[in-house]
């Protein structure tokens, strides 16, 4: 099994619906990240979890929530789905020492 | 606000040639330094991570270096292969929270 494992992998959704993307872990660390990547912009941080009831927002927020559910589970939801946050979503861990982090597969979300 | 670049934003050499890939950051309070690979539709491999007290990382045909003192990252893929083709990702991990900040990427074609 994956270190990092993505649910689902695929998905397209339609304006307006609301969406959720799982995130688990097995590496055992604190610390968990929601990052999009779209062409051209490279990854940028949504938001990101230092443990259970730390919760911070990233550099491009608007739009999206998360929840930390457990220490390995990390959920990333769209309220309100628009068309421009159709992008790959990757969830990464890092421990609290070296920040050497590890990267799920990928979500491809296509909303139209 | 940390920024990371990268240059070139694409790259293509005949197989067996030594290349460098650059990367430049704005600010030098970082923790560490990190190189990953991207296949295309894929998630992120990390390939070498290089912490704020070291100068260089070395792993089979790829080193890394760090200045911290003028921004800048090298990783140098030495006798580079067709299989090398993807697109590799810099990113530089804030001092004070372990955040990763990435650049654009540089696109590596290695032709036969």
């Known amino acids: 099994d994956a270190d990092v494992t993505q649910t689902p992998r695929n998905r397209i959704t339609k304006t307006g619906k609301r969406i959720m993307l799982e995130c688990s872990q097995t590496?055992?660390?604190?610390?968990m990240y929601w990052y999009r990547q779209d062409p051209g912009l490279g990854l940028r941080l949504i938001y990101y979890?230092?443990?259970?009831?730390?919760?911070n927002k990233g550099e491009i927020s608007d739009g999206y929530s998360v929840s930390r559910q457990a220490q390995a589970k990390f959920s990333l939801s769209l309220e309100s789905a628009i068309p421009n946050q159709t992008a790959l979503y990757f969830c990464?861990?890092?421990?609290?020492?070296?920040?050497?982090?590890?990267f799920g597969s990928g979500t491809r979300l296509t909303v139209v | 606000k940390q920024e990371v670049t990268q240059i070139p934003a694409a790259l293509s050499v005949p197989e067996g040639e030594n290349l460098v890939l650059n990367c430049s950051f704005t600010?030098?309070?970082?923790?560490?330094l990190q190189w990953f690979r991207q296949d295309p539709g894929k998630g992120l491999t990390s390939l070498l991570l290089?912490?704020?007290?070291?100068r260089e990382q070395t792993s089979g045909r790829l080193n890394a270096s760090l200045d911290k003192s003028s921004g800048r990252s090298t990783l140098y893929i030495a006798a580079s292969q067709p299989g090398d083709s993807a697109t590799y990702l810099c990113?530089?991990?804030?001092?004070?929270?372990?955040?990763?900040?990435f650049g654009q990427g540089t696109t590596l074609q290695v032709k036969p």
């Open positions: 990464a861990t890092s421990d609290g020492r070296n920040y050497g982090y590890t």
């Open positions: 590496k055992g660390h604190d610390r």
């Open positions: 979890s230092f443990d259970v009831k730390d919760i």
């Open positions: 600010d030098s309070a970082i923790y560490n």
């Open positions: 290089i912490q704020s007290s070291q």
């Open positions: 990113a530089a991990a804030s001092g004070n929270t372990g955040k990763l900040i």
